[in-house]
Nanobody, 124 residues
Framework: QVQLVESGGGLVQAGGSLRLSCAAS????????MGWFRQAPAKEREFVAA???????SYADSVKGRFTISRDNVKNTVYLQMNSLRPEETAVYYC??????????????????WGQGTQVTVSS
């Protein structure tokens, strides 16, 4: 079983920055692909970014150049640095772990464990 705990959400003005963290339990964190998703009210959960065990990253087109995903395998933590935030990016942000090797990383169904989420609110 893997437990994920997100932190770092909050209220920020448009154009501002936040860094989200996701701390994971378990001894095999370094072998997991990790992803960040977000879900706004009345909308489906959407892919934001992912980082594979080898460090390869993937991003949604809407966040490329503004968001950066990274991981620290010593601290069992994955980060999401978010810059130039927009009001439409207000959502609950979730961390997810892909404990079994899969081809893709953008679908929520491709992940095995989820955190409880952290609220990000971007004011205009």
């Amino acid at each position: 079983q893997v437990q994920l705990v997100e932190s770092g959400g909050g209220l920020v003005q448009a154009g501002g920055s936040l860094r989200l963290s996701c701390a994971a339990s378990g001894r095999t964190f370094s072998s997991y692909a990790m992803g960040w998703f977000r879900q706004a009210p009345a909308k489906e959960r959407e892919f934001v970014a992912a980082i594979r065990s080898g460090g390869t990253t993937s991003y949604a087109d809407s966040v490329k150049g503004r968001f950066t995903i990274s991981r620290d395998n010593v601290k069992n933590t994955v980060y999401l640095q978010m810059n130039s935030l927009r009001p439409e990016e207000t959502a609950v942000y979730y961390c997810a772990a892909q404990a079994r090797l899969r081809v893709g990383v953008v679908g929520p169904y491709q992940y095995d464990y989820w955190g409880q989420g952290t609220q990000v609110t971007v004011s205009s």
